[in-house]
């Protein structure tokens, strides 16, 4: 109390500079900060960076090295593979924004059933949550690949309900705390009814959490991706995504190691720069905030 | 800051003196200069009480004479003399042999003190590792400092966990640490906070008998004036970083001199006697410790300040009786530093 | 490369010839087999009538038989060596068992029976000799029936003892009756063939055959490449680079294979009814283009369903190979411009099929007509133009397929005839002169007549603007230099016959 | 204890119940037929007829279900159609491989993972913290299959020093060709590891009880070792327990890669095949041991944490 | 009439699952609060005393009908254990509610200005700005603090704002609940005259609990002591510091003692612990820590006893 007292003089910081001194202060935050920028940066202004059309076959000699031509080389028909590496950001990004966000406005909304419902209901989410995450994923995955056909939209469908049980498991743990927490209790005997309790007040306070959460998920959208090209089950050809680029390249890696190397780099990139933005934001959020199941 | 001397002739041997320490703590929003020009005398074989209210800086000088300060404090000045040995400027090798050793400490909150995954027994094991005896030897001797502390069945306690034991026996269990080692001075940061009123008295008579018994001497951290004037022979009073008085229990109690401790003995329920509506408060609010005012740092909140308060930074002074006091209305009677 | 530790462990044991196949077996009862791997094993296992000769040419010759002639369109004689023995204690093959063998196929109604075509019977004349009486006449069975899968000769005695009925048996063959016996079956990590004692032929030219089934040829390579395998087909895309830098000690060969790769347009579907439309695709799309990038220049175009060396193969399709955009234009025209929605064009999920599909896609998109690639797993494309799944068929337009051959033109032709409209014939081609020259190429015994007809048939097809022949794909293969393989014309191996060192 | 055994037992149970009914489900809307796949194009209709019949397909789902359960109670896992192999050879036949594969890779990478998370967090915000955050999360990225491949064309292709397929045969030989494959799959969960265990290390070392260690002058190597590790583990546990589904999933990249028997590539070929029964089979027991993992991952949890213990 | 008059209220808590309990043949509840009787008029103060986990907020939830409890609890003459849900809604008006946890019970995302506001606006009040600089004026906070965040408020600060909010909608029964919980000892002095100074404007019933027997000296006009769930002794604050009748009222009594050298009685130190509510002792739950127990304390219950306006449960009291 006499710390805050100590403090009360002084101008509170907005979360925005909150976020930047917090930042400054951790050198893996400012790396993870800076290669998001970058990384979000290229996938806007892929068009205007690159000179080909990600798309146009046999812009140059197949499978070459890169040259000042093609920064990155080509593709085994010819396309520039730095122009489809940054196109290939641009759908990354929004694979990953697209599912993660289904997950977590799915993941929400049972996740607070769960947690605030009455307990039979809880019981039955929870049988099911586990039950989805006791699939081998690559089995969902392909199940559901096969059943809707291959293409963006299915990638996110994968992705969406494979992160549905785990961001519903945190919000609901989250939710069965915020029940009982004091500032609850307190609406709660002010007369403040249940539409009001859970979105004024338990809503905000799951949220930043969880997009923190959800932030240091995107590496992993781009790896189940990844995954599912390199099945053959990606997006539709011809978009260009790093899985897809990944998963041509990967035939012609014994003599060719360019296009591999041109899908794999982006997405060690993407997982760095996530990754290390993400645990430097719950860092100054909340130390406490640990991904459990 | 000179430095000077706080030995007042009462005849006791000082075990440790604080001399003119200060200490920040790196933020975000620039340092806090939480501890300023610190001077203490502990004395051999007796309890030194420190008071103060909360954010005063209690803990801070506690961790620094143990050497645990967090990470982002810093000492900028002073001395912390222990036999040889300066603590302000120990390097880390050397801390090692100090703590357990000659220094020992009990922490606030006895719920989280002890590690969850380790017995009891093996906690008090661990920390006689300096000792070359067998292990049933170590164990004898868990298992007697338990009686000591009037845990019943101590040999069957020893295999609990902290998590099996009522927060008044898990506080108890380290007190019978820290005895274990045979500390030269026991540093207690409010060891009773978290607990009960009734569990409290136990804790403080224990630790009283248990003072009397090994003859170490005891830094008794505490908000609770009661229970400062209940067990310690001496008793400091910090407000918001300084000390700003210091003396025996007796006298400070009964006669206290700062403006701050006669307000803050005003205010303790336990001393109104007589039935009232209207309870003493010290108007004012704390100074912030990024930018301490100069002059005197109760001057905000206190009702006899005057212009000399505001200019300058008042030194020790004692009264014609025995206590210091930073505090200029004292200094007519004498004063000790300029 | 120094050879990894485990297959310096194998090659302490002897002779050891080991290889990959696409796939872990799945069948070794030769009356009910469903795939070419499985023939591969029972090629060493059992034996047969006559066998395809190992070189450039499709040819047979004999095997367990003394002498085989066709005798009229509706028998075929033939006498078995004397003294040919069946393994463990079944004695001596005999006319017996080669009735029971070819027969079984049909009694139990096996997936495979359609080899036999009209086979009536077997007639036993003779302690080793018997005739082969069919219904009608049928020529594929000299090639595809025979000197193949379900042409291998078991005991009858070993088969009643096991099962039975004498039905299916399965994984667990009672008797061998070839050069090798299966000693192990690791599955999906090897089959084991050993000699076989009982054989009276002469010695194969390895001690014991290593089989290890990997799915992608890519791992095969790699696996050759560290010395765990002595002979394997490779991939066309590594084709070049295998020849500019070849492994150490190594030969590479390549031969024709006898795949068919085409577009196929579904007729029924409304978006393709006007056959201007599908004209303009025909001649959009650049043959030559396409195969080059898919195979990166390794395989030729191809003219039609049937392969070089074939009987019935066009020299030259009428569309030109490199097609005309200035003709393709003109169809749109005529068909009154690109349909309003993108056409799907259907393929399988594997990186050869992708590529020619979006190579064929940017053609497309060349005389303005705009297209959108379905990638499917093999389940769901398989079974992409079956009636008998549901409604998919009536939405599949553009198909990128590929059948695997036999060698005989009928083969090919028969999964376009009418009866196979939702079954096979996605296309839902159907053209009664077709199926008419099908028929009549059966019992056609004048080769060169019936070459003549299978041509005809694939003008048929062209014409009817439902399909653009793509390619027979290519079969290159490498082996250690010491090694003597015996390959098919289609560069598949006929194990037994495998001689030299490794 | 006991009512706690039985309840997860039948919770496990549930999970698995459920787990394998959802997913006859989404089988029998995913397009594709079993007897077209394998039965080759000559199978006659009638042909294809009776092999639906013999898979139960043409029976209603629910009834497939109840089946499927009824006939797993008498262990019995159904037969093959085609190979007419009980299902249960095939599966168990494969899974050693697996098992040893995912096992053999969570022991590598927890091991590392922990030890590179244990010396991060001391270090932390040094250099080599930062350098080892950099591996340890690159690391994680990198997808299996780029690892495997990279690999194989490394140690087994250029260099020749291990095996490039297979499983091997004899203990030395199969422990020789584990080591490319484990190494594809653990390589990213070193560096999940090492990045939960960092954080909760730094969480633990914060803690009052290890202030108080430290104030009795223990060694830091002794605080790390007794006093932090312990707690600072589970996380790491409870992580490598769920974490099993995607072991299971990298599985099956480095089984098609190095060619190597195991129940992921059982999967995959099944599922391309349709061949329900197989499926079933294995993902039954697939799902089965990841619950166990579960549950094996609570029990050591339990085992470092007497408070865990007492929810037992 | 009472405004508020309590009787035999009993509140079970869940300790282990039906199943659970039905096996192991054990009770699945146990009672935190058993027979608490009390009445409390307008315009009076009334202290709930007793250590941790005795019992004293959960009375509290289950008179603002958070927990539900057996038992009768007479609001203004009305029974409101079996409250309706919209009457619920207009008791809520007039019965409000200050926490133990002075930041925690504000959300955190919401500002000060709308926390203040939050029982009008729920109340469905219309409310503009003034609102808030009035409320937050009427507990003697500067306005400028409408627009900070509870976790940036000292906490007794935090406890003004938890005041104003507890009084924005003019109750008639107010309960406190340990309302200078980790404060300092000037600040507590604040709150606690703020609540005095309200009560004689608005003339407002109070119920506050706390554990420290000290405090509630100058600011009730009675006093109940809780132990183990159940009142051990009640009655005029005065009556009761004067002259405590139960053994653990005056062990409480001691356990805040002046500082002052020559008021020094020392203090009457308990042996043991306190008993958990879910095994409670034999006899007079008390008997094992008290000084003065005798041996049929282990097996008698004692009862209530009368004493003119107050009363106590000892058998032999002092
Ligand atoms: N690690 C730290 N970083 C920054 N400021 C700190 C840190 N630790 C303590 N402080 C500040 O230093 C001052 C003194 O804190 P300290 O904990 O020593 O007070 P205290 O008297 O022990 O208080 P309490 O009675 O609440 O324990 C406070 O203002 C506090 O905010
Ligand atoms: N929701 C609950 N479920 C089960 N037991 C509970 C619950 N809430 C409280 N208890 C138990 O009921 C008893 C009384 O709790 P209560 O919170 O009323 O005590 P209290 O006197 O307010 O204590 P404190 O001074 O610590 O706030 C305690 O033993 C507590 O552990
Ligand atoms: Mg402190
Ligand atoms: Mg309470």
């Given at each position: 109390m006499g710390q805050a007292q100590a403090t009360v003089s002084l101008p509170e910081p907005t979360v925005i500079s909150r976020i930047l001194r917090g930042l400054a202060g951790n050198r893996t935050g400012t790396i993870g900060f800076v290669l998001v920028v970058l990384i979000l940066a290229a996938a806007i202004f892929a068009s205007w960076i690159s000179q080909y059309d990600p798309a146009a076959i046999m812009t140059g000699p197949r499978m070459a090295p890169p040259s000042s031509e093609h920064w990155l080389g080509t593709d085994n028909i010819g396309r520039d593979l730095f122009s489809r590496v940054l196109a290939g950001g641009r759908v990354a990004m929004l694979v990953a924004a697209a599912s993660l966000g289904a997950a977590l406005s799915l993941g929400l909304v049972l996740g607070l059933v769960a947690g605030l419902g009455p307990r039979w209901l809880d019981n039955l989410l929870l049988l099911l949550f586990d039950a989805l995450r006791s699939f081998p994923t690559i089995v969902f995955g392909l199940a559901v690949v096969t059943l809707v056909g291959p293409s963006l939209f299915t990638v996110i469908l994968v992705v969406a309900i494979t992160s549905v049980p785990i961001y519903a498991r945190i919000i609901r743990t989250q939710a069965q705390s915020l029940r009982n927490a004091e500032f609850v209790m307190a609406e709660r005997a002010m007369g403040a009814g249940l539409p009001r309790i859970l979105f004024v007040h338990v809503l905000p306070n799951v949220l930043g959490p969880l997009l923190i959460l959800a932030s240091m998920d995107v590496p992993l959208v781009i790896a189940t991706e990844a995954g599912l090209s390199f099945l053959g089950m990606g997006v539709r050809p011809p978009t260009p995504s790093w899985g897809v680029i990944l998963n041509d390249g990967y035939n012609f890696i014994r003599n060719s190691p360019w296009p591999v190397i041109a899908g794999s780099v982006p997405i060690v990139l993407v997982t760095l720069g996530f990754t290390f933005m993400g645990e430097a934001l719950r860092d100054i959020f909340d130390p406490r905030l640990q991904k459990a199941n | 800051m000179h430095s000077y001397n706080t030995t007042r002739g009462n005849g006791h041997v000082p075990l440790m003196r604080i001399e003119e320490l200060s200490v920040d703590f790196a933020t975000a929003r620039g340092p806090i200069h939480a501890l300023r020009h610190i001077s203490l005398e502990v004395a051999a074989g007796r309890i030194l009480g420190l008071v103060g209210e909360s954010g005063c800086g209690k803990s801070s000088l506690a961790y620094s004479l143990i050497g645990l300060l967090a990470s982002n404090a810093h000492i900028t000045h002073g001395v912390i003399r222990l036999g040889d040995d300066d603590l302000a400027h120990l390097p880390a090798g050397r801390w090692r042999a100090l703590r357990g050793k000659r220094i020992a400490m009990i922490f606030q909150d006895p719920m989280t003190s002890l590690n969850p995954v380790r017995t009891i027994g093996q906690q008090m094991m661990d920390i006689q590792y300096r000792e070359r005896i067998t292990r049933a030897e170590k164990r004898k001797l868990a298992v007697d400092f338990l009686a000591q502390v009037r845990i019943p069945d101590p040999e069957a306690r020893l295999d609990s966990y902290p998590h099996e034991l009522s927060g008044g026996m898990r506080q108890r269990v380290c007190i019978a640490m820290a005895l274990l080692t045979r500390p030269d001075l026991l540093i207690a940061d409010e060891p009773t906070t978290a607990l009960d009123a009734t569990l409290e008295v136990q804790i403080i008579h224990l630790l009283r008998d248990l003072q009397q018994q090994f003859g170490c001497s005891v830094i008794f951290v505490s908000h609770h004036l009661g229970t400062v004037a209940e067990l310690c022979d001496d008793v400091a009073v910090m407000y918001a970083g300084e000390v700003v008085e210091q003396g025996s229990v007796d006298e400070i109690f009964r006669q206290p001199a700062h403006p701050y401790t006669q307000a803050l003995l005003e205010c303790d329920p336990g001393s109104i006697r007589e039935a009232t509506r209207i309870l003493p408060t010290i108007p004012g609010s704390l100074p912030d410790l990024r930018q301490v005012p100069s002059g005197c740092i109760f001057q905000d909140r206190c009702p006899h300040v005057f212009e000399r308060c505001r200019r300058e930074h008042p030194g020790f002074y004692s009264g014609e009786r025995t206590q210091l006091v930073r505090c200029y209305r004292v200094a007519g009677e004498g004063e000790i530093t300029s | 490369a120094t050879m990894p530790l485990g297959s310096r462990i194998w090659a302490q044991s002897g002779q050891v010839l080991r290889l990959s196949a696409y796939a872990d077996i799945d069948a070794l009862d030769p009356a009910f087999y469903q795939n070419g791997y499985n023939v591969d094993v029972m090629n060493c296992i059992y034996t047969k009538l006559i066998r395809y000769k190992a070189g450039r040419e499709w040819d047979w010759e004999l095997e367990s038989a003394e002498e085989i002639e066709q005798v009229d369109d509706t028998h075929i004689r033939f006498k078995l060596k004397q003294g040919l023995q069946f393994s463990g204690d079944y004695g001596e093959i005999t006319a017996e068992d080669v009735k029971f063998s070819f027969e079984r196929a049909i009694s139990h109604d096996s997936p495979v029976k359609s080899d036999w075509g009209p086979l009536d019977h077997v007639e036993v004349t003779g302690r080793y000799e018997g005739v082969i009486v069919l219904k009608e006449p049928f020529q594929p069975l000299w090639t595809i029936a025979l000197p193949y899968g379900t042409g291998h000769i078991i005991s009858k005695k070993a088969v009643l003892d096991a099962t039975d009925d004498g039905g299916n048996f399965g994984m667990t063959p009672p008797v061998f009756s070839g050069a090798y016996v299966l000693a192990e079956w690791k599955p999906n990590q090897y089959v084991r063939l050993t000699r076989n004692p009982a054989w009276t032929g002469p010695a194969p030219g390895f001690e014991e055959i290593r089989i290890l089934p990997m799915d992608d040829t890519k791992t095969a390579e790699r696996a050759y490449e560290a010395g765990d395998l002595d002979f394997t087909q490779i991939t066309l895309s590594s084709l070049a680079q295998y020849r500019q830098d070849p492994p150490a000690n190594t030969t590479i060969k390549e031969y024709p294979s006898l795949y068919y790769v085409w577009l196929g347009m579904n007729l029924d579907n409304p978006a393709l009814g006007d056959k201007n439309l599908r004209q303009a695709i025909q001649y959009a799309i650049n043959v030559k283009q396409v195969v080059d990038a898919a195979y990166f220049g390794e395989a030729e175009p191809a003219t039609g369903l049937i392969a070089p060396g074939l009987p019935g193969h066009r020299d030259h399709s009428a569309i030109p190979v490199e097609g005309d955009l200035d003709k393709a234009r003109a169809f749109l025209q005529a068909a009154g411009g690109p349909p309003s929605q993108p056409l799907t064009i259907d393929t399988l999920n594997a990186s050869e099929w992708t590529t020619m599909a979006q190579i064929i896609q940017a053609q497309l998109s060349r005389i303005g007509l705009p297209t959108q690639i379905n990638v499917q797993d093999s389940g769901s494309f398989w079974t992409l133009g079956m009636e008998s799944e549901g409604d998919r068929w009536k939405n599949m337009q553009l198909v990128l397929n590929r059948f695997s051959m036999l060698p005989d033109p009928y083969y090919a032709t028969s999964w376009f005839v009418s009866d196979q409209v939702g079954i096979w014939n996605w296309e839902r081609f159907s053209s009664p002169e077709f199926d008419k020259l099908h028929q009549k190429a059966l019992s056609e015994t004048d080769s060169g007549e019936r070459a003549a007809i299978y041509r005809q048939m694939q003008d048929i097809m062209e014409q009817s603007g439902a399909y653009r022949f793509l390619t027979h794909e290519g079969s290159p293969v490498m082996y250690h230099d010491s090694l003597e393989p015996a390959l098919r014309p289609d560069g598949r191996p006929l194990l037994p016959r495998f001689s030299g060192s490794v | 204890m006991i009512y706690y055994a039985t309840q997860r037992f039948l919770l496990s149970l549930l999970i698995v119940i459920v787990a394998i009914s959802l997913l006859t489900l989404m089988l029998h809307v995913v397009p594709g037929d079993p007897a077209t796949m394998i039965l080759g194009p000559r199978a006659t209709p009638e042909l294809i007829e009776k092999t639906r019949v013999a898979m139960g397909l043409d029976q209603p789902l629910p009834v497939q279900i109840v089946t499927f359960f009824g006939r797993i109670l008498h262990g019995d896992l159904g037969t093959d159609v085609f190979t007419g192999r009980a299902v249960s050879d095939i599966v168990f036949e494969q899974l050693p491989y697996t098992l040893v594969l995912i096992a053999a890779s969570i022991l590598w990478s927890s091991i590392l993972g922990i030890v590179l998370g244990c010396y991060s967090a001391l270090r932390a915000g040094t250099w080599l913290d930062t350098l080892s955050g950099i591996l340890s999360v690159g690391t994680i990225s990198i997808p299996a299959f780029v690892m495997a491949l990279y690999a194989v064309l490394i140690f087994?292709?250029?260099?020749?020093?291990?095996?490039?397929?297979g499983a091997g045969e004899g203990f030395f030989d199969e422990a020789i060709h584990l080591i490319l494959p484990a190494f594809a799959i653990g390589i990213s969960w070193v560096g999940y590891i090492a990045r939960m265990v960092r954080a909760s290390m730094l969480e633990v070392m914060g803690a009052p009880h290890v202030r108080m260690a430290r104030s009795f002058g223990l060694t830091e190597a002794r605080i790390v070792r007794a006093y932090i590790l312990r707690i600072a583990v589970q996380p790491a546990v409870t992580l490598l327990g769920t974490g099993v589904a995607h072991l299971f999933s990298a599985a099956v990249f480095v089984e098609v890669i190095f060619a190597r028997p195991g129940i992921g590539a059982l999967i995959v070929s099944s599922v391309n095949e349709r061949n329900y029964p197989i499926i079933l089979g294995a993902v039954l027991v697939t799902t089965a041991i990841i619950v166990l993992a579960t549950l094996l991952s609570d029990l050591i949890v339990a085992l470092l944490d007497p408070r865990q213990r007492e929810a037992l | 009439m009472s405004l508020l008059e309590v009787k035999h209220l009993e509140v079970r808590y869940r300790r282990l699952s039906r199943v659970k309990a039905a096996l192991q043949r054990e009770e699945a509840t146990f009672p935190a609060v058993a027979d608490v009787s009390f009445t409390l008029e307008a315009g009076r103060t009334l202290g709930l005393v007793g250590e941790s986990g005795s019992g004293k907020s959960t009375v509290a939830k289950s008179l603002i009908g958070l927990q539900s409890a057996s038992g009768s609890i007479r609001y203004d003459g009305r029974e409101i254990g079996s409250a309706s849900h919209s009457e619920w809604q207009r008791l809520r008006r007039e019965i409000s509610m200050m926490w133990q946890d002075p930041i925690g019970?504000?959300?955190?995302?919401?500002?000060i200005a709308s926390l203040v506001t939050e029982p009008l606006k729920i109340q469905g009040r219309k409310c503009s700005p003034d609102d808030a600089d009035r409320l937050l004026s009427m507990v003697g906070l500067s306005t400028d603090l409408g627009s900070r965040y509870p976790h940036q408020l000292s906490g007794g600060q935090a406890r003004r704002v938890g005041v104003a909010r507890a009084l924005a909608l003019d109750p008639k029964l107010l309960i406190a609940d340990e309302p200078t919980a980790g404060l300092d000892m000037s600040v507590q002095g604040e709150i606690l005259n703020l609540l005095n100074e309200i009560q004689s404007r608005t003339g407002v019933a109070i119920l506050v609990i706390t554990h420290n027997l000290n405090l509630v000296r100058h600011v009730t006009d009675e006093v109940a002591v809780m132990y183990l769930g159940r009142f051990v002794e009640q009655g005029p604050t005065d009556a009761i510091f004067r002259h405590p009748r139960h053994p653990y009222t005056e062990a409480l009594l001691s356990a805040n003692p002046s500082p002052h050298p020559d008021e020094r009685h020392g203090r009457i130190e308990l042996s043991g612990e306190m008993p958990s509510p879910v095994w409670r002792p034999a006899g007079c739950e008390f008997h094992g820590r008290c000084p003065h127990a005798r041996p049929d304390c282990a097996d008698i219950i004692p009862g209530w006893n009368v004493e003119g306006e107050r009363g106590h449960a000892c058998r032999y009291p002092l």
């Open positions: - | - | - | 087994a292709v250029s260099l020749g020093w291990l095996p490039a397929i | 019970s504000l959300s955190p995302r919401l500002s």
